[in-house]
């Protein structure tokens, strides 16, 4: 059976919602659309909807869409003129030095290769620590530009890509064994991963209603896999 979406905000022009992790945004040559998450909202409100951003398949939190083909015009321009704000939790690998800074590298996109190139467009992503751990660092992501994979590339272009990042070299889930000493697994039972997937949160979202003009911000609370990652690394790998 196929979740309900949680639905943060919606009018008559858009309708903001809470992504989970695992559902693709568009269909693709191996999803039907009915599986995907406009298939799903579109079913869930009993109308038509307009794709205004995608986000990667295990990337968690607010999403938008547009409800008609003028507040899709209108939602999309302020995303091309860089009008709406946008702040995402990224959990890195390693430790990161530098408390805040700007990855200012333009981004190169052919077919599905994503690369940092000289020829690109221009993209910005400002950044600032939050937290650090042994092996990892929690950070704030501000992209300034939206581009496919900006945040995951930026930071890998770092050198700290994302803690979980298959694309750009980190591989595997993260187990509670690495954190704490002498950790035992009960008998007959395997160690469940605190989590296996991006370590990509978008917590919040700002920008201007089409019809009344108000400036809103729209926030989605981290998901339990990324709490419960947080409250280990908090109590065994400062």
């Not at 309900?4 to 009018?11: A, L, S, W």
């Not at 040559?29 to 869930?44: A, E, F, P, R, Y």
């Not at 064994?177 to 008998?187: A, C, D, P, T």
Request: hydrophobic share 35%.
């Amino acid at each position: 059976m196929v979740q309900d979406i949680e639905i943060i905000y919606q009018d008559d022009d858009i309708i903001v919602v809470n992504k989970p992790s695992g559902i693709i945004v568009i269909p693709d040559q191996h999803t039907n659309k009915s599986k995907t998450l406009v298939g799903i909202v579109k079913k869930q409100v009993n109308q038509k909807i307009w794709v205004v951003q995608r986000k990667d398949k295990d990337t968690t939190g607010v999403l938008v869409f547009a409800k008609t083909a003028e507040s899709y015009r209108n939602i999309s321009m302020q995303f091309e003129n860089s009008q709406v704000y946008k702040k995402y939790i990224a959990l890195l690998s390693g430790v990161l030095e530098k408390n805040e800074g700007t990855v200012n590298k333009p981004i190169l996109i052919l077919g599905e290769g994503v690369s940092i190139d000289i020829t690109g467009k221009e993209s910005i992503t400002k950044f600032k620590v939050l937290e650090r751990f042994k092996s990892y660092t929690l950070v704030e992501a501000m992209p300034l530009t939206c581009r496919r994979h900006q945040i995951r590339v930026h930071f890998w272009s770092l050198g700290h890509p994302l803690a979980i990042d298959t694309e750009y070299g980190v591989s595997g889930p993260i187990m509670l064994s690495w954190l704490k000493r002498n950790y035992k697994v009960k008998k007959g039972e395997d160690e469940k991963p605190l989590i296996s997937r991006l370590t990509l949160h978008a917590q919040s979202l700002k920008l201007t209603l089409p019809s009344s003009g108000i400036e809103k911000i729209f926030e989605a609370p981290l998901p339990k896999d990324f709490k419960l990652t947080l409250k280990q690394l908090k109590k065994y790998a400062r």
